[in-house]
Each structure stands twice: as C-alpha cells, then as structure tokens.
C-alpha cells in the first residue's frame, strides 16, 4: 500500500464556520496542514486574526472573514464572493443543557436558528459557490457538517441539542444523495465531548466528569485535533467514495 500524502488537500481552498475558537480552531489548522488554503467564519475578528496568524506561522494559507452565520444575506455573500470553495466544514453551534421541561422558547429559538436554520444556509451557500465550477465533477467537493455523539443518541438536559444533531445527520444524508451527481460528498462528523477552553469548566464538576468518563471506553477526551483527522481524512481523496455518513470520533461511547 502507498503511503498518503503528507499534504492531501494541496491546492485545495475550505471554508470553516465557527472557526475562531475551540473545534473550529483545530480544525482550521488541521486544514491547512494538509495544504489547504482556508478561509475562516466567526463572529468575532479578533479570534479570527489571531487563528489566521497562527497557521501563516507555521507555514499555512489562511484569512479572516468575520461574519455572524445567523445572518442569512452576510453570509451568502461572504461564501458567494470567494475566489473558489472544495471543502466547507459547517462547525457554528451551540448548547444550552437544561431539562426538558425548563426549556424556554427563547433557547429553543437560538438552538434551531444557530444549530438547523444557519447551518442549512451555509451548506446550501457552499453547494451553490462549488456548482459555480465549471469543473466541479471532475474536481469534486466535499461538505463535512459537524454533528455530534448526540446526533445518534439521547441524552438527559439536553433535549434540544440532541434535536439539532439529529436533524444535521438527515440533513447530510439528504444532501450527499442530491449532489452526488455532481462530484460534491456530503458527510458529518460525530464527536464525543472535546476539550476546549469551552467545556473545561463543566468537568470540574465530578458528578459530570464521571458520568462522562464512564460512558467513553477508551477513557479519555477528544481534542481539537482528534476531530481536525477526521475532517481531513473525509475531505480528502482518500474518502473519494464515502458519502451520506457520520464518522464518529466518541471512543466508543455510542457503541454501547
């Protein structure tokens, strides 16, 4: 068997939203280590500069584009007006855990809104530039929503996030049938809780810090980069053939 390549993605150009903090960052930099050019969507400039100048240090290709994802029109037109789009990674999401019978609809709201409805019109905005391609069968494409363990199973507090990620994964299964015919796959990525600044605070709690650790058999957290490998592996020729799946990155927890 042939070794693969050290830069897959070489003169390949992605787009990532959410990517200026936490999964969206790692994934950003693994990204561009495989040799992708990657444009960066987040709300805030501020992380998205310091993103980008953390992957042009190393040697990578990568912009801000500062964009809030909930409005529909900036966001059409920050995808519509890059020079070209193979890979999008639909990262922006969010999670307010709390009993289902305490949801308020003002969180059911901004879940749907943030976590479905934006997330269905980037993905519908980064079909559209990549069709824009006159080669697009040839050169193929790939569009990779990040779902969660959540997306395959239940959860107590959280109800309605576990409603997003299950919508996200019929999304993608809807989507790689459609565009298939036209050399774009369509997959999600699944993972399990991911260490980030974001989530440290919750595991301070032993009570949650146990329950999670005894549901993941291979006892241990995802990091950024865990999740960044499985991006770059399904946006890669490499996943030349898969489509219409979710690659889940959760140690186990959903095989039980």
Known sequence: MSAAPARPLAGRSA???GAGRGIGRGVAAALADAGAEVWLVARSAGDLEEVAAD???RGGRAHAC??????????????????????????AGTNIPEPFVEVSEAHLDRLLELNVRAAFLAAQAAARRM?????????GGAILNMSSQMGHVGAAGRTVYCMTKHALE????????????????????????????????????????DWVYGRIPMGRLAQPQDVGAAVVFLASPAASL???????????????
């Open 15 to 17: 787009l990532v939203t």
């Open 55 to 57: 992957i042009r240090g």
């Open 170 to 209: 019929g999304l993608t299964k809807a989507m790689a049938v459609e565009l298939a015919p036209h050399g774009i796959r369509v997959n999600s990525v699944a993972p399990t809780f991911v260490e980030t600044p974001m989530t440290r605070p919750m595991f301070e709690r032993a009570e949650f810090r």
């Open 242 to 256: 898969v489509t219409g799946t979710s690659l889940l990155v959760d140690g186990g927890w959903t095989a039980q």
């Open 66 to 91: 500062p964009c809030d994802v909930t409005d529909a029109a900036a966001l059409k037109q920050t995808v519509a007006a890059l020079p070209s789009l193979d890979v999008m990674v639909n990262n």
């Open 131 to 139: 069709l824009d391609s006159p080669d697009r069968k040839a050169r």
